[in-house]
């Protein structure tokens, strides 16, 4: 079941037991499926990845998340719930793509301090100081015990339980 927190009805209240969000006009928050930060599609049923906003695809049956006027100056024309800014101000990222074990931003400041706080390496994942560029301090557990040095010290190779 989606978490919806609607912006408002037509008079600019809050739906009762809701929480309003700021953001862009009409845009409204929503959490997935995934316990990601999403956006409620017009039919106010369906939420949708923040990430999955303006990426070209319709995925909301009446196509609102590829709308012209919220997508014609992304970032900036995003509703704030969905876009994260790097240790770069320049670069952002989806809300979504915060906290998800993978390099986003390039530099992992979605993924480590002091830009974010990230929960611990989840269960299927190993903390250590990767070598992989596209993790930043915890790896797969898949990719333990592979023949192959993900970690700096070695320790998916000769520490980590496996998958």
């Given at each position: 079941m989606n978490?919806?927190?609607p912006q408002g009805d037509a008079n600019g209240s809050?739906?009762?037991?809701?929480?309003?969000?700021?953001?862009?006009?009409?845009?409204?928050?929503?959490?997935?499926?995934?316990?990601?930060?999403?956006?409620?599609?017009?039919?106010?049923?369906?939420?949708?990845?923040?990430?999955?906003?303006?990426d070209g695809v319709r995925a909301c049956a009446h196509g609102e998340d590829e709308e012209e006027a919220l997508c014609r100056g992304v970032?900036?024309?995003l509703s704030g719930f969905l876009v994260a800014h790097c240790g770069d101000p320049a670069s952002w990222i989806y809300?979504?793509?915060?906290?998800?074990?993978?390099?986003?931003?390039?530099?992992?400041?979605?993924?480590?301090?002091?830009?974010?706080?990230?929960?611990?390496?989840?269960?299927?994942?190993?903390?250590?100081?990767?070598?992989?560029?596209?993790?930043?301090?915890c790896i797969p557990r898949s990719l333990c015990r592979d023949h192959v040095q993900h970690c700096f010290d070695w320790s998916d190779e000769y520490s980590c339980p496996g998958p």
């Open positions: 978490k919806i927190f809050a739906a009762a037991g809701s929480k309003a969000l700021p953001g862009g006009e009409g845009a409204q928050a929503c959490v997935t499926q995934t316990n990601r930060t999403g956006f409620l599609c017009d039919d106010r049923s369906s939420c949708i990845p923040a990430s999955s906003v303006c970032p900036q024309s809300s979504d793509q915060m906290c998800d074990g993978i390099n986003n931003c390039g530099d992992c400041s979605d993924e480590l301090s002091p830009v974010t706080t990230c929960p611990p390496c989840g269960p299927g994942w190993w903390r250590c100081p990767s070598t992989v560029f596209r993790y930043c301090s």
